[in-house]
């Protein structure tokens, strides 16, 4: 039952402390607030505690920088004395942060166009990102929401949320609502349970997940009583950040074990940063250091095109490599997808390795990842509708206008084209005798999309329904 939390007492050893903070006592070190309000943002308070090179005082110090806030127990992470260590990267900013690049934006991913309220994105048919707050724990400096992310200002309103949860409620075919922000995790613990309530009692509203740093920045935030608040809102998972292995401390460890009792099924989403993680071997021992503590790695992102983070971006094909580094050598379970996350707003896009060498009828040519070749023979009497009396039986959930490649394989288009397509090749022309629109039979493929459904039953006439077993493709 679920009394097992007085088993786990949250006061495991404390390891992680700089000795600038060895007078702290315990109770303090370990209270999330007494976190929040003791974090680091200027030249001073992190020449405390860290050797800072020019090039970072520099950073520091300019006006209309990302923001800086970083928390004492994250802090404790860093190597003092090592300008390269991979945490200190991630969040102290150096003056290559203000270098511009090539194809750089301020929203990549055109997520604000994709919103059809402020903060709530619908970018894929059954799921949205609901951004809750536009405040971290501690920011990173390559962070993707870096135009809204660190600023008060930016932040939503209960008249926004109500309008995002408005939306929620009046678009069925919604299942899955990811929380995000900024870091769902800093909001007000009422507020982000009021949130959940409110999610939980839509019907549509199959699976509640949320994206969060504070395990990695504060894992002190991940208290008993906020993990039995997020049981009561089943089935919640919950997405991870941890770029490095040196994150995982103690202290993650024992957060993501009071996540994982509660039910809350763990993933973690890391970016590929250049000179942070950029490396089969790093990226070999962070994913078994995560599947050690029950965190699946879930996904590897591309860096985005966002400004500040050029000096962090490395080449696509690094993310090649390295999923050609894990896949086969080690446990399926602890490889991620590596994802390119299309700028301009088109969603994540896997990339991997090829593993199919070639094809013919009959023949798939495969190889794996120690190079050995193999042949796998197909069946030749494979009959793909033997199974659509059994597809008839669920329903069909609607895409409407994403139906995409999967659309083509199903009959319901026989193409995409791009914008402006036809009009291009009109060529300027006038409407003419060989294409006059009375004529749009003649581009009309056979048993292709809702006009005539099926090549077959326009060759035979149509049988009396026997038992229910018919296609669901009523024009
Ligand atoms: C990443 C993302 C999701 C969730 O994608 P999954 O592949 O289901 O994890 C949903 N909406 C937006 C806008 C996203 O960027
Ligand atoms: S925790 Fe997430 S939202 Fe916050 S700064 Fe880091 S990447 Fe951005």
Not at 428 to 433: I, K, L, V
Not at 441 to 470: F, R, T, Y
């Amino acid at each position: 039952m679920s009394n097992q939390k007085a088993a786990q007492p949250m006061t495991e050893p404390v390891y992680t402390r700089a000795p600038y903070w060895q007078d702290v006592p315990d109770a303090q070190w370990m209270d999330w607030r007494w976190q929040m309000a003791n974090r680091l943002n200027t030249v001073d308070e992190l020449g405390k505690v860290i050797n800072l090179t020019d090039s970072e005082k520099r950073a520091l110090s300019a006006k209309g920088l990302f923001r800086v806030d970083i928390t004492p127990y994250f802090a404790s992470l860093i190597d003092p004395d090592d300008p390269s260590c991979p945490v200190r990267l991630q969040v102290i900013p150096t003056d290559r942060e203000m270098v511009p690049f090539a194809s750089m934006m301020e929203d990549s991913l055109a997520e604000d166009k994709h919103s059809p309220v402020p903060g709530l994105v619908h970018r894929y048919p059954d799921r949205v990102l609901m951004l809750v707050t536009t405040q971290c724990a501690s920011y990173c400096r390559y962070c993707t929401r870096s135009r809204i992310v660190g600023d008060p200002t930016q932040t939503f309103s209960r008249k926004e949320f109500d309008a995002q949860i408005e939306y929620i409620e009046k678009t069925p075919q919604i299942r899955d609502v990811l929380l995000s922000g900024g870091d769902p995790m800093v909001l007000a613990p009422k507020l982000l349970d009021m949130i959940l309530a409110r999610l939980r009692a839509i019907p549509h509203v199959e699976i509640i997940r949320i994206g969060s740093r504070v395990p990695v920045f504060l894992p002190m935030r991940v208290t008993p009583e906020f993990c039995d608040m997020v049981s009561k809102y089943h089935p919640f998972w919950m997405n991870i950040h941890v770029n490095h292995h040196k994150e995982i401390t103690p202290e993650l460890a024992a957060a993501a074990d009071r996540l994982t009792r509660a039910g809350v099924p763990l993933g973690n989403q890391s970016v590929l940063l250049a000179g942070i993680n950029d490396s089969v071997h790093l990226q070999r021992r962070l994913v078994q250091d995560l599947v050690k503590i029950r965190v699946r790695p879930y996904y590897l992102y591309q860096c985005d095109l966002v400004e500040g983070s050029g000096h962090l971006r490395t080449s696509v094909s690094k993310g090649i490599e390295i999923i050609e580094g894990l896949r086969g050598h080690t446990s399926g379970y602890s490889v991620p997808t590596y994802v390119v996350d299309a700028p301009g707003g088109g969603g994540k896009i896997p990339v991997q390795p090829n593993y199919v060498i070639s094809q013919s009828p009959g023949k798939v040519v495969l190889r794996n990842f120690e190079g050995f070749i193999t042949t796998y023979t197909e069946p030749l009497d494979y009959d793909p509708d033997m199974i659509k009396h059994q597809e008839a039986l669920v329903a069909p959930r609607p895409e409407p206008g994403q139906e995409g490649v999967l659309g083509l394989l199903e009959g319901q288009k026989m193409f995409i084209e791009p914008a402006g397509f036809s009009d291009v090749h009109a060529r300027g022309g006038a409407e003419h005798r060989l294409r006059s629109g009375e004529l749009a039979h003649k581009w009309q493929p056979l048993g292709v999309g809702s006009i005539n459904p099926d090549p077959l039953k326009l060759a035979e006439p149509a049988p009396a329904d026997e038992n229910g077993s018919d296609n669901n493709d009523d024009a």
